[in-house]
């Protein structure tokens, strides 16, 4: 399974990197990490880490209701994050290292506090009026229909000074735009253009399934049934989300976003993902565009909801695998800003397999920042919470504050993240003596030794960054196998996601060397593939090629 596309380029072969700015690197002392904090460490990402590719959470001006998911202005940083020379410097150290720059498009909706929403809610014969998303109350005066907002709550708010509801699909201080008004759609690409012109590789587009609902604001139909692929959002999960969002009409729009990175990309590749929280793949894959003319990489989720056992596991990347399309590329997310990290959801030991899994798989990996070191949630005291989430829908736990926390540099007070006299604006998880770059770098055994050696193989064989997947018969086994072959390459990855031995039977697998191993140290040994054990945890990558 698995097609090779014609060329390879480095949103295929590259690994992304997801930096959350508020939380890699302070370099001014105020608590909050910045985008000089993020030049400062660009030797650590293209050197000692090597990947290929960051990708910028929101920097934008923003007054942080939802953390810079909420733009007042598409076209600067937030003073916070410094400056757009700050930015250049950024965009132009990383091409130096060889590292691609992608950054978060915030396409659905804006702050309520950007000119355009100040304008638009000024009165009703507003200019800007029919930017954003309003209607008329329903006859009894309550919200014009029931779509609910991601975080809770009804997705409308009644402006008392117009007397009509807005739209906004997630916060009420976050209106969503109206992308029916070619206008909107004009002064958005506009923003793109911008980035693109300050050499931006790539975007990350927010929400990318939301942009256009359903022009007649039907009802959404109940949703009766218990089988969830992510995780509980309260009640927005009581309705199926079909009119609130993905109306086909978005299609041509990616259409025209594709377009436009097209037009930018005759000296070098510039490439769209976009956020698609859609698990009947079928759907997923077709925001890659009839004629594979959409998004590059529709960001797949699949492996954030799943129960962390290898038939689930395995029935994830065979779905993916399975629509797609010769031409089509897959990609796999582990961990972002919104998910619990994966070493809180599948524990530490199996957070070393997972880092296998996602370094492994045919497709494009996103590592969020940390998990390389085996980052845990950090629980936070309630007088620390910053992220509104945790509040609408109280008891759920939908904060993320604990997957956003500052990064562990080193052992120090504050980890190396901010000065030692300076408040982080989340605290430091305690576990940072131990699980830091410093410490694990100088341990084989570490996290981060792991996931350094995995990107360098990954880099070193094509069978692992281009190679086809055939995923192996292991009957009722509680473990995942799978070959990557490229040409005379040939490597199998079998891992372990139980905390017992396993023995495996490797149908015609023969002999091959063991490259590396998420618990044994000792490399280079021969091994019968007809007879595999693998111990407690364990995953390895066992080298085929030349047998
Ligand atoms: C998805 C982002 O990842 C999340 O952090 C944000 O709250 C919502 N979109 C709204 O922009």
């Known amino acids: 399974m698995g097609h090779r596309s014609e060329t390879s380029l480095w949103w295929q072969t590259g690994v992304i990197y997801q930096i959350y700015p508020r939380s890699f690197q302070d370099s001014n002392g105020d608590g909050t990490g910045d985008l000089n904090g993020i030049t400062q460490r660009l030797d650590y990402?293209?050197?000692?880490?090597?990947?290929?590719?960051?990708?910028?959470?929101?920097?934008?001006?923003?007054?942080?209701?939802?953390?810079?998911?909420?733009?007042?202005?598409y076209l600067d940083v937030d003073p916070i994050f410094g400056t757009l020379e700050d930015f250049d410097r950024l965009v132009a150290e990383a091409h130096a290292r060889d590292l691609q720059i992608i950054v978060d498009f915030v396409p659905n909706h804006t702050s309520?506090?950007?000119?355009?929403?100040?304008?638009?809610?000024?009165?009703?014969?507003?200019?800007?009026?029919?930017?954003?998303?309003?209607?008329?109350?329903?006859?009894?005066?309550?919200?014009?229909?029931?779509?609910?907002?991601?975080?809770?709550?009804s997705a409308w708010e009644l402006d008392e000074h117009t007397g009509q509801y807005y739209l906004h699909s997630f916060l009420k201080e976050q209106p969503d735009l109206n992308w029916r008004n070619p206008l909107v759609e004009d002064a958005m690409f506009d923003v793109l253009r911008f980035w693109l012109e300050r050499g931006v590789d790539g975007f990350r587009i927010d929400m990318a399934q939301r942009i256009l609902k359903d022009p007649d604001f039907r009802d959404n139909p109940p949703d009766t049934s218990s089988d969830r692929p992510y995780k509980s959002l309260g009640r927005y999960d009581s309705q199926l989300h079909v009119y609130d969002q993905g109306h086909p009409d978005i299609h041509a729009v990616y259409r025209r976003v594709r377009h436009l990175l097209d037009s930018y990309s005759s000296s070098r590749p510039r490439m769209a993902g976009g956020e698609i929280h859609i698990f009947d793949y079928s759907q997923w894959a077709s925001y890659y565009g009839i004629e594979l003319d959409e998004l590059h990489l529709p960001f797949n989720f699949g492996l954030i909801g799943v129960p962390w056992e290898a038939a689930a596991v395995r029935r994830v990347v065979d779905s993916i695998e399975g629509v797609m399309r010769p031409g089509s590329w897959p990609n796999y997310v582990l961990g972002n800003h919104d998910e619990h990290r994966i070493a809180t959801r599948a524990g530490e030991a199996q957070a070393r397999v997972a880092m296998m899994l996602l370094l492994t798989l045919r497709g494009t990996p996103t590592v969020y920042y940390g998990d390389e070191l085996g980052m845990t949630d950090v629980p936070i005291p309630a007088e620390r919470i910053q992220d509104p989430w945790e509040r609408t829908e109280p008891g759920l736990g939908l904060g993320r504050d604990p997957e956003r926390t500052p990064m562990q540099w080193d052992a120090s007070p504050n980890s190396g993240f901010c000065p030692p006299e300076a408040r982080p604006w989340l605290p430091i998880s305690e576990n940072c003596g131990r699980v830091n770059v410093q410490q694990e770098y100088d341990d084989a055994g570490s996290m981060l030794s792991l996931a350094r050696t995995l990107l360098t193989l990954r880099r070193q064989h094509p069978s692992l960054h281009l190679g086809s997947y055939h995923p192996v018969e292991l009957g009722e086994s509680p473990c995942f196998a799978?070959?990557?072959?490229?040409?005379?390459?040939?490597?199998?990855?079998?891992?372990?996601?139980?905390?017992?031995?396993?023995?495996?039977?490797?149908?015609?697998?023969?002999?091959g060397r063991l490259r590396l191993s998420t618990t044994n140290p000792d490399s280079d040994l021969v091994v019968d593939l007809a007879r595999l054990t693998l111990s407690p945890n364990e995953g390895c990558i066992v080298d085929l090629r030349g047998r």
Request: hydrophobic residues 30%; charged residues 25%; glycine residues 12%.
């Open 482 to 511: 799978y070959w990557r072959e490229e040409g005379d390459e040939r490597h199998l990855v079998a891992l372990n996601f139980t905390g017992e031995s396993q023995n495996l039977h490797i149908p015609n697998g023969g002999g």
């Open 45 to 73: 990402l293209a050197e000692t880490l090597g990947v290929d590719a960051i990708w910028l959470s929101p920097f934008y001006p923003s007054p942080m209701k939802d953390f810079g998911y909420d733009i007042t202005n």
């Open 112 to 153: 309520e506090e950007h000119p355009w929403f100040q304008e638009s809610r000024s009165s009703r014969g507003n200019q800007r009026r029919e930017w954003y998303v309003w209607r008329d109350p329903s006859p009894d005066g309550g919200p014009p229909n029931n779509w609910l907002a991601v975080p809770g709550g």
